[in-house]
Antibody, heavy 118, light 106 residues
Framework: QVQLVQSGAEVKKPGASVKVSCKAS????????INWVRQATGQGLEWMGW????????GYAQKFQGRVSMTMTTSINTAYMELSSLGSEDTAVYYC???????????WGQGTLVTVSS | SYALTQPPSVSVSPGQTASITCSGD??????ASWYQQKPGQSPVLVIY???KRPSGIPERFSGSNSGNTATLTISGTQAMDEADYYC?????????FGGGTKLTVL
């Protein structure tokens, strides 16, 4: 069965960076894009960007341009999202999700809580 | 930039039909997806390509999309359907989510 398993919760200080991993299993990793979505407590879903594990191509939401990097290690079916220059407004649960454009976000990771606090 | 607008809340009695709307400029020209999210859980895809249900999603969930509005309809709403619902569409390789609708079953 398809699974996306994310790394554990993180606590970071303002100005630091965080790197969240997302390990895929149960399907061919290079056949689907991985997208990242975040959700602050009590708020809605906010899309951050996508990565194509086959080509390595990426696309980021304008809001995160210059501050986010999405990478992968195909040998271990793992995607990564790194966000730098963290501020308190970045405190949120970060999700990875498997995506085929026009087919929706069909599988989601369990989420990773990132807390930014001095 | 493109935006999708949802009502913040919708209430429905058990067994009745709930309709949640999602509005956006010429949304009918795009594919809409819908996600259900219960407290403390990851979102779950319930509708994709406007009208299609993924495997395992009950038949009481249906969708439509025309003009500027996509609609998620839940027929015979059950208490277990109480959750937040989000619409989503793609615009110029950017995923757009609606603000979410809290469905209360009472």
């Amino acid at each position: 069965q398809v699974q996306l398993v994310q790394s554990g919760a993180e606590v970071k200080k303002p100005g630091a960076s965080v790197k969240v991993s997302c390990k895929a299993s149960g399907y061919t990793f290079t056949s689907y894009d991985i997208n990242w979505v975040r959700q602050a407590t009590g708020q809605g879903l906010e899309w951050m960007g996508w990565m194509n594990p086959n080509s390595g191509d990426t696309g980021y939401a304008q809001k995160f341009q210059g501050r986010v990097s999405m990478t992968m290690t195909t040998s271990i079916n793992t995607a990564y999202m790194e966000l730098s220059s963290l501020g308190s407004e970045d405190t949120a649960v970060y999700y990875c999700a498997r995506v085929q454009v026009n087919y929706g976000f069909d599988y989601w990771g369990q989420g990773t809580l990132v807390t930014v606090s001095s | 930039s493109y935006a999708l607008t949802q009502p913040p809340s919708v209430s429905v009695s058990p067994g009745q039909t709930a309709s949640i709307t999602c509005s956006g400029d010429r949304l009918g020209d795009k594919y809409a997806s819908w996600y259900q999210q219960k407290p403390g859980q990851s979102p779950v895809l319930v509708i994709y390509q406007d009208t299609k249900r993924p495997s395992g999603i009950p038949e009481r969930f249906s969708g439509s999309n025309s003009g500027n509005t996509a609609t998620l309809t839940i027929s015979g709403t059950q208490a277990m359907d109480e959750a937040d619902y989000y619409c989503q569409a793609w615009d110029s390789s950017t995923a757009i989510f609606g603000g979410g609708t809290k469905l209360t079953v009472l």
